[in-house]
Nanobody, 125 residues
Framework: QVQLVESVGGLAQAGGSLRLSCAASGGTFGAYTLGWFRQGPGKEREFVAGIGWNRSGNNVYYAEFVKGRFTISRDNAKNTMYLQMNGLKPEDTAVYSC????????????????WGQGTQVTVSS
């Protein structure tokens, strides 16, 4: 129904910054709740951040391990979601995927119906 494509990730040093983008096509972008997930090699996929269908500012949620470092945002006019990552740590190394669902923000990957292909983020020490 909706296709999601992440921008190219990248390589950063510990303490550095990267910004990821997720571009959507199809569907009505503003009607979807959006989220970022990540998965390291051999690890479970984990919730990073989510943002609801409205942009009132009170429906943004973060995993504890990224609070104060990562910022999720969306621009519905551009059909794009962003993840600004500051203060990167080696443990942030993972494949990052954007996802979309109809409904409220959720932290379970199984609650999201649409997924991007994922993009590699590597943080060196």
């Amino acid at each position: 129904q909706v296709q999601l494509v992440e921008s190219v990730g990248g390589l950063a040093q510990a303490g550095g910054s990267l910004r990821l983008s997720c571009a959507a096509s199809g569907g009505t972008f503003g009607a979807y709740t959006l989220g970022w997930f990540r998965q390291g090699p051999g690890k479970e996929r984990e919730f990073v951040a989510g943002i609801g269908w409205n942009r009132s500012g009170n429906n943004v949620y973060y995993a504890e391990f990224v609070k104060g470092r990562f910022t999720i945002s969306r621009d519905n006019a551009k059909n794009t979601m962003y993840l600004q990552m500051n203060g990167l740590k080696p443990e942030d190394t993972a494949v990052y995927s954007c996802a979309a669902r109809v409904g409220s923000v959720a932290s379970r990957s199984t609650d999201y119906r649409y997924w991007g292909q994922g993009t590699q983020v590597t943080v060196s020490s």
